[in-house]
């Protein structure tokens, strides 16, 4: 038979849990450190605002300006009336869906990935801006001098001048064939800085110099921005097939500059992966075929994309590729074996990647 407990006994348990309650934790109290290494494990944002807003000091140690890596969201825009647009954003690590409803009616140029900003023009007066569509901070952006104002190539941090940077190419005029040029900007300057005969397709922004593909030739062109000048030019890959149709795609990842060309093979895509080789100063870079992206995640959207590090986001994979199939489907390309993974995606239409910040 269990034991009775006797009034001494029960007194004990009574005290010893007036005991713990008494040194309840206080979580405002955390050590700052700690609390900041909590935040820098929040890979979705969402979180990292709910963390941000539990009390003072968790504040504190998660400031916007350091926040935990994000993995890209992909993006959707939509127009219900000549006075809002709305974008919808999904999250692949939670599954979510994020749906921001713009302030003022914007017209956006979506044509390849981007960080912490989108390009937007207000459909009333015209005038262009860089819109963050989670806290609607906007960036007044000089008119462009370029037929329908170009398509943006690249907007994020720039690591020469540690700001950000927005590149964008087009044509400069209507004559035939029209001149090809680029211009960059970055927010603390007063207009864009041009520079012509650059390759109609795909570009790349990287280190400070702008990678131009010719399409015809399948030359790079590597231009620094800093100079305007050609600092030299890579051949095409050794061994590629000219008349193979598919899509070049010019990506940073990890620190350096791959080469894709996505074609079909049989009835799937199929991807050539190149890095650009340096080698000695006496050597001229080359592109150099490789089947494996080490830890690297690339999210693709036509001729263009960006790449993260797969160990920052517990659950994905590294090696593989995120690319979309005609806007309407999410894949997942696996390098090491070949094999491709159509994924669910709550979206409609799949327009582009966004990393999401709050500066």
Not at 225 to 230: A, Y
Not at 283 to 302: A, E, M, N, S
Request: aromatic share 12%; charged share 20%.
């Amino acid at each position: 038979m269990p034991k009775r407990k006797t009034k001494s006994s029960t007194m004990k348990e009574r005290s010893s849990a007036d005991g713990l309650l008494s040194h309840e934790r206080n979580w405002s109290e955390l050590p700052e450190d700690i609390l900041h290494l909590f935040s820098k494990k929040l890979s979705d944002i969402s979180n990292f605002i709910r963390f941000r807003a539990v009390c003072k000091s968790w504040q504190l140690s998660a400031p916007v300006n350091d926040p935990p890596p994000q993995l890209p969201w992909l993006v959707e825009i939509r127009k219900y009336s000549e006075e809002t647009t709305t974008i919808r954003f999904y999250c692949l690590l939670s599954g979510k869906v994020h749906t921001i409803t713009c302030p003022t009616s914007h017209r956006f140029k979506i044509s390849s990935p981007a960080w912490h900003y989108l390009l937007a023009s207000c459909m009333r007066n015209g005038n262009a801006h860089l819109l963050n569509p989670l806290t609607h901070d906007q960036i007044h952006v000089p008119s462009v001098n370029m037929l329908g104002g170009g398509c943006p190539e690249y907007i994020g941090p720039d690591t020469i001048e540690g700001s950000n940077i927005v590149v964008i190419s087009g044509y400069a005029d209507w004559s035939l064939p029209p001149p090809n040029i680029m211009a960059f900007w970055r927010p603390k300057a007063n207009d864009w800085v041009y520079i012509e005969g650059v390759g109609n397709s795909p570009n790349a922004f990287y280190r400070g110099q702008y990678f131009s593909n010719d399409r015809e030739t399948g030359t790079t062109n590597v231009i620094d921005i800093s100079t305007k000048n050609l600092a030299y030019q890579v051949a095409p890959p050794k061994g590629t097939n000219p008349h193979l149709k598919g899509y070049t795609i010019m990506v940073d990842s990890g620190g350096k500059m791959l080469r894709l060309f996505q074609y079909y093979k049989g009835e799937q895509f199929h991807f050539d992966i190149y890095c650009l080789y340096f080698g000695d100063k006496k050597q001229t870079p080359c592109w150099v075929k490789i089947t494996d992206i080490g830890d690297q995640i690339l999210f693709l959207q036509y001729y263009s994309g960006l790449s993260v590090c797969a160990s920052n986001f517990p659950g994905f994979k590294g090696n593989c590729i995120y690319f979309l199939k005609n806007k309407e489907y999410l894949c997942r390309y696996d390098i090491g074996d070949g094999t491709i993974k159509v994924l669910p995606c709550p979206l409609r239409f799949l327009h582009t990647w966004f990393v999401p910040n709050l500066v």
